[in-house]
C-alpha cells in the first residue's frame, strides 16, 4: 500500500509521495501509471519528498509520460506545505535540493491541509545551455524559429528546466496543442522544451498558456511564468520589477531585477485529498 497526497499549484497538479515512509522502486514507471487520468490517480507527475545532506529536503519530479524534471516551481511550493502539514518540519522557511540545485522556499499563509501561500527563490535564470540548445550564434532571444514553413520567433530561458517563450497577440491565433508539440520537439532543443506562449497585458503584467514536456498542456507552470516575465523584461516589454503571470488556473506573482539576480515566486497551492494505492 502507497499513501499519497494530491495537491496542486493553480491546477498544475502532482502526486506528492514521502519516500521515508514509502520507497517508490521504479519513480518513472509510477509516473506514467499513476498520472493516468483515467486508470490512474491523474496528475501532471509525481513528486517524491525526501531527506538531504545538504538541505532541509529533497524533492525529485516526474513528469506524467515517466521522464525526470529538473525544476518545478509549483511542485516546490507544495513540497513546502506538505512538509508542515505533515508534521515533518516546525519552520515557514525551508531549503529544498532539486536535481537544479538548492532552492529555498516560505510559506507566507498557511491553512493546513487546505490552501497555503508560497513563495520561493527560483535562482538566476540562464539564457545558454550546451545540453538543452542547439543555436550556435549565441543566447536565443527572439530568435527566429521555422515551423511549416512559417518563422516563430522565441526566446530561450532556463530556470533549472529549458522554456521557449514565444509572444503572440491572442491566444486564439494559436493551435496550443499542435505548435506546442512542435516547438517542444524542435531540433532547436536536444532535451525538449517547455513551451509558454505569452501576451503581454496594457497593465504590464502577462498572460500566458503552457505546453510542458513531458505533461502537455498544464493549467498552470510556475518555471513558466518566471521565463515568460525573465523573455518579457529582456525584450524590454515590461520594466524590471514585480509583476502578475495570469494563467488558466490563476495568478502568481513574479519578481525579478535583472541581470545577475534570482526570479522570486508567489502563489497559492492547495491540498486536493490524501488516498491510498493498493500496488498490483
Not at 524559429?145 to 486564439?172: L, Q
Amino acid at each position: 500500500m502507497m499513501v499519497f497526497t494530491k495537491m496542486h499549484g493553480l491546477g498544475n497538479d502532482y502526486i506528492f509521495v514521502d519516500t521515508d515512509r514509502f520507497p517508490v522502486a521504479d519513480p518513472k514507471e509510477a509516473a506514467r501509471r499513476w498520472s493516468d487520468r483515467h486508470t490512474g490517480v491523474g496528475s501532471d507527475g509525481l513528486i517524491l519528498i525526501g531527506r538531504s545532506e545538504v538541505a532541509d529536503f529533497s524533492m525529485r519530479i516526474f513528469n506524467a509520460d515517466g521522464s525526470e524534471a529538473m525544476m518545478c516551481g509549483n511542485g516546490a511550493r507544495c513540497v513546502a506545505k506538505y512538509v508542515i502539514d505533515h508534521g515533518l518540519y516546525d519552520s515557514r522557511s525551508l531549503t529544498l535540493e532539486t536535481p537544479s540545485g538548492i532552492r529555498r522556499a516560505e510559506v507566507l499563509e498557511n491553512t493546513p491541509n487546505v490552501s497555503a501561500v508560497v513563495g520561493i527563490e527560483m535562482g538566476k535564470p540562464a539564457f545558454e545551455h550546451p545540453l538543452q540548445l542547439l543555436f550556435p550564434n549565441g543566447p536565443m532571444i527572439e530568435a527566429p524559429i521555422i515551423i511549416d514553413g512559417e518563422t516563430i520567433r522565441a526566446t530561450f530561458v532556463c530556470m533549472g528546466n529549458p522554456h521557449c517563450v514565444v509572444f503572440i497577440n491572442r491566444f486564439s491565433d494559436i493551435n496550443l496543442e499542435q505548435l506546442g508539440k512542435k516547438l517542444e520537439h524542435h531540433p532547436c532543443f536536444p532535451e525538449l522544451a517547455n513551451v509558454n506562449f505569452v501576451i503581454c497585458t496594457a497593465d504590464g503584467n502577462l498572460q500566458m498558456q503552457t505546453w510542458e514536456r513531458g505533461a502537455g498542456h498544464t493549467q498552470a507552470c510556475g518555471t513558466g511564468a518566471c521565463a515568460a516575465t525573465v523573455a518579457a523584461m529582456l525584450t524590454k516589454r515590461i520594466p524590471f520589477g514585480q509583476i502578475k503571470v495570469f494563467m488558466e488556473g490563476g495568478e502568481m506573482q513574479v519578481r525579478w531585477f535583472g541581470e545577475h539576480t534570482p526570479v522570486f515566486l508567489t502563489g497559492v497551492v492547495n491540498t486536493v485529498y490524501e488516498g491510498r494505492l493498493l500496488e498490483e
